[in-house]
């Protein structure tokens, strides 16, 4: 950030023109990405004393942090407008009007020894006078080009030392016109609410705490009448108000809520009132892609060897399937697999150095965040295959069935098969490989498909290679041939070939949750296409069952025997099934098929646009972020669409109504 007089601040705002800067006083600091109708101020954020003050406030720090409003600075990371107050409020408060002198007592202690001298506080005056020449000017600028803008004045309050309970956020209207501006501060109050914080109720009020009288309301409500000023304070449940420590989750969580509401409130209320319709993106930080960029570069250069499937399929396989029949299936498989070329200490070292918290965006920041902390397990993982470690590791990466997924398999089991779903003939993997070069065709994209005896599914993608493997073993009807197609091309590799043309890398690596995302989004494709079967969604029924029952420490060839003497599945499916679940040691994977399908189930019937999760290897959790990166032009629109979503195929009506069920 660089530093400006005022005379070079006010020329830049005269100018209209992107800055971001510290007056040369030292006094505050402003940055204006864009200009557009709505101004943050964190005006008690400020904590710095000058030299010639130090030694004689008789406040330590924490004493002094007490009253001031830490982290508030932070919280507006996100937005483009932002000016934030320096200095200590002790040396001058701007929430006081000019001749209010400065504070002498405080926790009923003097605080000044000797007191400030009058040129001292005429030299304070001075630059408390400057912060509103500067906002003035501004806000002068923007109703001239907006006609009205909305400030959010935020600050924090101390609520121990406050007996009755407190609202989380406390709005106050004392210079508000409510008759005008009271759909704005409801739409406010709604949005607030609309935040979830672990452990503390969220509750908001107009002036239960303070009514707003403070002296920048009073400034803009004189000088700018038309604009909307709203004094926000916020509860400090994100930090220990007496430590001034932070709660690093909460206060997270908080800048979250912020940006959230403030950026819808500010869209709703330029829609009312400034007489222009402005695209919600807009109100959020101009985002340097130069940091993204180059902190994303960072974790891919660590991360992209960190390939699951690649270590955890056997590379036995064929071998210990032989051994395992001819022992009439009393037998455990022993798996080997490939040696990791991963350094686990130095891979968490490395990939928890990366400075992510440059990231201005609070949203972007925590998706970069998560997928960090899911890449560290997936390493932990992959570190554990073929040791008892495994299955806990992947309990922590996957997760387990919970009581209504296992439910919901029990559900689509007991369904009774579908007459007019026809038995067909089954057709070779070579017969596959020809129907999937002629749907890459049909793509439009390149990529290979080739036989593999080294992968224990049916079909999948390599993402890294580009390839769609075939199982050498297996058999196919035509019906599950196309819907092979549409999972793997339709889904698998559409994404892997949209991130690939990403600047961003981290939708190669995959974003946190991806895997129940990408499966979820296959199979739907598989229902779009009307190539779904109640034989498919059976089996992925099975796998939850299989996944179960090796979480309850079931053996392999006692979910074998359950798989193919209670369900009904052939021995080469329940094998087959077995090896997914087993493998590694036990991998969980296998149950988030279903669950995905429901989730995107529910997606999909609620006419919620999917097309952000198609930039590459997304994750619902993060549906609303890569929708405002997409606006933003953080991220690019995908290249490649499922053939399916232009299909309109009639599915059967029976398999429709038992989806819909779960959706």
């Given amino acids: 950030m660089q530093t400006l007089s005022e005379k070079e601040i006010l020329l ?111 030299e304070n005056v001075s630059r408390y006078d400057s912060y509103y020449r500067v906002l003035h000017a501004l806000l002068t600028i923007l109703e001239t080009k907006f006609s009205r803008c909305i400030i959010y004045d935020l600050h924090s309050y101390n609520y121990q030392r406050i007996t009755t309970d407190t609202p989380l956020f406390n709005v106050g209207t004392h210079y508000i016109d409510q008759e005008t501006y009271q759909p704005v501060l409801d739409h406010l109050q ?78 709703y209320f330029s829609r009312r009132f400034s007489g222009k319709r402005i695209q919600r993106s807009l109100f959020f930080a101009e985002e340097s892609s130069k940091i993204i960029r180059r902190i994303d570069a960072a974790l891919y250069k660590v991360a992209k060897g960190a390939d699951t499937l690649r270590y955890i399929n056997p590379i036995n396989l064929a071998h210990e399937r032989k051994l395992f029949f001819a022992k009439h299936c009393n037998y455990t498989p022993q798996f080997y697999y490939r040696q990791l070329k991963i350094d686990p200490f130095v891979f968490r070292e490395q990939i928890y150095g990366i400075p992510v918290d440059n990231i201005q965006d609070v949203s972007i920041r925590q998706l970069y965040r998560s997928t960090i902390d899911m890449l560290a397990q997936k390493v932990d993982l992959l570190t554990t295959i073929g040791t008892e470690h495994f299955l806990y590791n992947s309990l922590r990466f996957h997760g387990e069935p919970r009581a209504v997924d296992i439910q919901l398999a029990r559900f689509f089991i007991a369904a009774p098969p579908i007459e007019n779903e026809e038995k067909q003939e089954y057709l070779s993997a070579s017969d596959c490989i020809n129907a999937f070069q002629k749907a890459i065709n049909d793509y439009g994209f390149h990529c290979q498909v080739e036989l593999s005896s080294r992968i224990v599914a049916r079909a999948m993608v390599s993402s890294a290679r580009r390839k769609v493997l075939i199982n050498r073993s297996a058999h196919f009807t035509e019906t599950e041939i196309q819907a092979l197609i549409h999972h793997e091309l339709g889904i698998h590799m559409t994404t892997t070939i949209n991130a690939n043309k990403q600047g961003l890398k981290i939708f190669k690596l995959g974003l946190a949750g991806n895997t129940e995302t990408q ?141 819909r069920s779960i959706s």
Avoid at 62 to 78: A, C, F, N, V, W
Avoid at 550 to 572: C, H, I, N, P, W
């Fill in 519 to 659: 499966e979820g989004l296959a199979i739907l494709n598989e229902f779009l296409s009307g190539n779904l079967t109640l034989s498919r969604i059976k089996m992925l029924a099975y796998r939850v069952m299989a996944v179960h029952m090796m979480v309850q420490d079931y053996s392999f060839s006692r979910t074998f025997k359950a798989l193919t003497d209670d369900f009904g599945m052939s021995k080469e499916d329940s094998f087959s099934t077995c090896v997914r679940v087993y493998r590694g040691g036990g991998f969980t994977k296998d149950y988030l098929y279903l669950t995905g399908l429901r989730k995107l189930l529910q997606l999909y019937r609620s006419g919620t646009d999917l097309q952000p999760l198609l930039v590459g290897k997304t994750s619902i959790t993060f549906l609303d972020t890569l929708k405002e990166m997409l606006d933003r032009k953080v991220v690019t629109g995908p290249t490649h669409l499922p053939l399916a979503w232009k299909m309109n195929v009639k599915s059967n009506p029976i398999l429709t109504y038992l989806l």
């Fill in 12 to 122: 830049h705002i005269r100018q209209q023109e992107p800055f971001a800067a510290v007056i040369d006083t030292g006094a505050f600091s402003i940055k204006v990405d864009r200009y557009i109708p709505a101004v943050y101020t964190a005006i008690h954020a400020g904590h710095t004393l000058r030299k010639q003050f130090e030694g004689r406030l008789l406040l330590d720090q924490r004493k002094r942090q007490y009253e001031e409003d830490p982290y508030t600075g932070i919280m507006l990371g996100s937005f483009p407008i932002v000016l934030q107050g320096l200095d200590s409020r002790y040396l001058y408060d701007l929430n006081r009007p000019p001749e209010a002198p400065p504070y002498e007592k405080a926790q009923g202690k003097k605080v000044w020894l000797p007191p400030l001298t009058a040129r001292e506080r005429k």
């Fill in 190 to 267: 709604r949005r607030l609410l609309g935040a979830e914080f672990p452990n503390i109720t969220n509750r908001a009020a107009c002036d239960e705490v303070f009514p707003g009288k403070g002296y920048q309301a009073s400034f803009i409500h004189e000088h700018h009448p038309e604009s909307l000023c709203i004094p926000l304070a916020i509860k400090k449940v994100y930090m220990d108000e007496i430590s001034g420590v932070a709660y690093p989750l909460i206060l997270e969580a908080v800048i979250e809520s912020l940006k959230q509401a403030l950026s819808y409130n500010a869209s």
